[in-house]
């Protein structure tokens, strides 16, 4: 059984920084592209950023050069390192694992296999 947990989510003003992890379990972590979205009240998830099982990443114009996504296979947990955070990227943030090729170079949520339950960020102005 696959299962994707989250941590390092909280509150925090605007410049701040925040890292979360994503402790994955259930299935060959090593071999899967990953991702991490988030979901604003209101709005549909989007991408933030991805990672394929070669280490190559894709990010989210809104987020790059502020963020950055890297995995440790050796314990099987992905993060994301948040820097200089801004209010709008106040949202709930999910760790996705499995995207295929085009899923994790594009983004796209709808290939996403395996979900975790979501850490929510805070950003205050």
């Known amino acids: 059984q696959v299962q994707l947990v989250e941590s390092g989510g909280g509150s925090v003003q605007s410049g701040g920084s925040l890292r979360l992890s994503c402790a994955a379990s259930?299935?060959?972590?090593?071999?899967?592209?990953m991702a991490w979205f988030r979901q604003a009240p209101g709005k549909e998830r989007e991408g933030v950023a991805g990672?394929?099982?070669?280490?190559?990443?894709t990010y989210a114009d809104s987020v790059q050069g502020r963020f950055t996504i890297s995995r440790d296979n050796a314990k099987n947990t992905l993060y994301l390192q948040m820097n200089s955070l801004k209010a709008e990227d106040t949202a709930m943030y999910y760790c996705?694992?499995?995207?295929?090729?085009?899923?994790?170079?594009?983004?796209?949520?709808?290939?996403?296999?395996?979900w975790g339950q979501g850490t929510q960020v805070t950003v205050s102005s």
């Open positions: 996705a694992a499995d995207l295929g090729r085009l899923g994790w170079w594009f983004l796209l949520h709808t290939y996403v296999n395996y």
């Open positions: 990672i394929d099982s070669d280490g190559r990443t």
């Open positions: 259930g299935y060959t972590y090593s071999s899967h592209s």
